[in-house]
């Protein structure tokens, strides 16, 4: 997921406040000791199959995962809200979902084709691929959409966590307002690395410019009342096994986990989120996705006890989106 290569270039329409680049990271500002390492291991994709949600209940209560995010309209959300209803502590946003990318099992717009005609293909589905969401659909049914997931979320009774972006399709500029605006309107939480943006910069190559533009959102974001995360690393997806080594589980285990671990000491004091996609794939899955192997194996780094430990042993903190709402409020 490319988020921050064509993040803010010319033609974005967001209002932003002045303000100076951050002297405390937003860790700082709510409360976590100064330079700390303060981690979110967030699991996308919860709704989308059964593998997806058996992996991430898996990862969340066998591992060390302590986030997720819920992609409204696939077939498989309202068995992970049972789930949720029984657990309704745990951190679950909403995985706003605007392409739908896999060949066979395709799932389709919440907004009426009347409402958002340019958020439906030829099939009536989600357009495959971002590029061609920012070809046909407009701002205006982006954001349609985007409202509608998060009442279908709400409409299961409970109140997301935060949204994020399924494939990174809010971060383009033609979208990336609505993202934030609906954050602020509907007082959610938004993913956006407003901080000093260390990973997610030196992974896409930002410039200096780009970065204080992300600072300024992030601004704008706190202003509002929101927590903000410092920085922002999306790339797991693509950690896959060297060619030529066996897809057994002991080895997807251990190359992911020191990949992880490797990434945790990349990663700079303040509050970093990190995405996986952890899945328990069966038999079917690969129907769906020819990724069951790096899926499998954010699944089995999020349970292996050799994570937990160097996390452990690194004086790394591990928090939530619930913790970090709790402490944006007693913030003045």
């Not at 330079?35 to 979110?40: C, E, L, Q, T």
């Not at 967030?42 to 989308?48: E, F, K, L, Q």
Request: proline share 6%; with cysteine; glycine share 8%.
């Amino acid at each position: 997921m490319n988020l921050i290569l064509t993040l803010l270039i010319s033609g974005l329409t967001l209002t932003l406040v002045s303000a100076q680049p951050q002297p405390q990271t937003f860790a700082e500002k709510l409360g976590f000791p100064k330079d700390k390492k303060v981690i979110i291991l967030h699991i996308d994709d919860a709704g989308m199959s059964y593998e997806s949600n058996q992996g991430t209940i898996k990862s969340m209560e066998q591992g060390i995962a302590n986030s997720t995010s819920v992609m409204m309209p696939c077939g498989w959300v309202p068995q992970f809200f049972d789930y949720l209803k029984q657990h309704p502590q745990v951190d679950a946003g909403v995985h706003l979902t605007l392409t739908s990318e896999w060949k066979n099992y395709r799932w389709f717009p919440l907004v009426g084709r009347d409402k958002a005609p340019g958020l439906y293909d030829g099939q009536g589905a989600f357009w495959p691929g971002v590029q061609q969401v920012v070809q046909h659909a407009s701002a205006n049914e982006v954001e349609a959409e985007l409202r509608a997931q998060i009442a279908r979320f709400r409409g299961f009774g409970l109140e997301p966590t935060h949204i994020d972006s399924h494939m990174g399709t809010l971060f383009e500029p033609k979208f990336l307002d609505r993202y934030i605006k609906v954050g602020i309107t509907e007082k959610i939480p938004v993913m956006f690395p407003g901080g000093h943006a260390t990973l997610i910069a030196d992974d896409n190559r930002m410039t200096g410019e780009l970065r204080q533009t992300a600072r300024l959102i992030g601004q704008q974001l706190w202003d509002a009342g929101l927590p903000v995360i410092d920085d922002l690393y999306a790339d797991t997806y693509g950690w896959n096994l060297p060619k030529g080594t066996p897809v057994t589980d002991k080895n997807l285990r251990e190359f992911k986990t020191q990949k992880y671990i490797d990434l945790l000491k990349a990663c700079r004091p303040g509050i970093t989120f990190i995405i996986n996609h952890a899945t328990d794939p069966g038999e079917l899955f690969s129907q769906i996705s020819d990724s069951g192997p790096t899926r499998k194996g954010d699944m089995l780094a999020m349970m292996d006890p050799a994570l937990k430990a160097f996390i452990d042993k690194e004086g790394i903190i591990l928090t939530t989106w619930r913790e970090l709402i709790s402490r944006r409020k007693q913030v003045k």
